[in-house]
């Protein structure tokens, strides 16, 4: 396979990731904290630390030229997601080498939802 495809759910200083290729989740709680009372990521160094470490592991073994992550926050979203936070969300999984990002703010996705919104992304 020459792309991994990874969808990432951000929950309060947890990160949850499903390589869809695979089929395997990944989850990891941040140390240190990286949320704040009023933002989802508080502290960017310590979120795009975490996540890199994570999406290590959800790259297994095996080569890919290229991966692709679907990064969906789930919590903290009153009045939906603001320019700079889809920013934010975006720049931490261009931090982790991803080749391709969509910033997703909705329902919970499928696997075949999660390659369908990476392709029209």
């Known amino acids: 396979m020459f792309k991994r495809t990874l969808y990432v759910q951000v929950r309060e200083n947890r990160f949850d990731i499903r390589n869809i290729g695979e089929g395997r989740s990944y989850h990891a709680t941040a140390s240190p ?9 508080g502290d960017f160094t310590a979120a795009e630390a975490c996540l890199k470490r994570l999406v290590v ?3 297994s073994a095996g080569f890919a030229l290229k991966t692709e992550i679907l990064i969906h926050p789930l919590e903290k979203l009153e009045g939906g997601l603001a ?23 909705g329902a919970h996705l499928g696997d075949a939802e999660v390659v369908a919104k990476l392709k029209a992304g």
């Open 57 to 59: 592991q959800a790259r």
């Open 83 to 105: 320019q700079i936070e889809s920013r934010l969300f975006r720049e931490l999984a261009l931090g982790t080498g991803a080749s391709k990002v969509v910033v997703w703010s």
């Open 33 to 41: 904290l990286f949320s704040h009372p009023r933002m989802l990521v």
